[in-house]
């Protein structure tokens, strides 16, 4: 038996690149309101906790009305869930590290704060679905990262203690939630990190997804060499 049984993944910024979908339903929603249209870049910068935080970022920068926060999300959700996968794609090696991970035994979790039926209508159109043993969405609990409980219910559907587990994710939040639930953390260097990489106090940055396959097969050997 290996001392790593599972590993969590963000979706956003992680798996898939999914700001260009976002984008399009933020921008919707504003031409509907009256208000400006943002660009790439502010989205990834509004990216990462939650919908509604999305929202109220952007209606915040583009000097809309913050007191109908709940209806704009609302709609925002009807948008953007009626068309969720239109551009967003995996990015380069994911699906390629994905099956090396199952070949070696691994659990598979996904943990994000993008609501759940969203992220199933992606994991599915990107055929990603099938790797994964559990998928915990940002409205599954009350709570969200960086809140541990998502990631301490994925661990209990995973069967898995936290120190046999390990989280990948690309942002504060991801990093919080994994050290507040007993898990090692690996952000990537590429997503929509709101800080500096270096300052995100994970245990180790990736390049590319495929990089974590030796962090990952180091741990496994030095569990079967105990």
Known sequence: MTFLKAIIFDLDGTLVDSACDLQDATNTLLKEEGLRQITLDETKSMVGDGAAKLVERAIVATSGDVSRLPTLVARFLAIYESNASHHTQAYPGVRETLESLKSLGL????????????????????????????????DTLAERKPHPA??????????????????????????????????????????????????????????????????????VAAGISR
Not at 193 to 211: C, N, R, V, W, Y
């Open 150 to 219: 998502p990631v301490h219910l994925a661990l209990k559907r995973l069967g898995s203690e936290p120190e046999a587990a390990l989280m990948v994710g690309d942002n504060y939040h991801d990093v919080q939630a994994a050290k507040a639930a007993g898990l090692r953390a690996f952000a990537v260097t590429y997503g929509y990190s709101h800080k500096p990489h270096a300052e995100l106090g994970a245990d180790g940055l990736i390049d590319t997804m495929p990089d974590l396959l030796p962090i990952v097969r180091a741990v």
């Open 107 to 138: 659990s598979l979790a996904v943990v994000t704060n993008k609501p759940y039926a969203a992220t199933i209508d992606i994991l599915e159109a990107l055929d990603l679905q099938r790797f994964f043993d559990a998928v915990v969405g940002g």
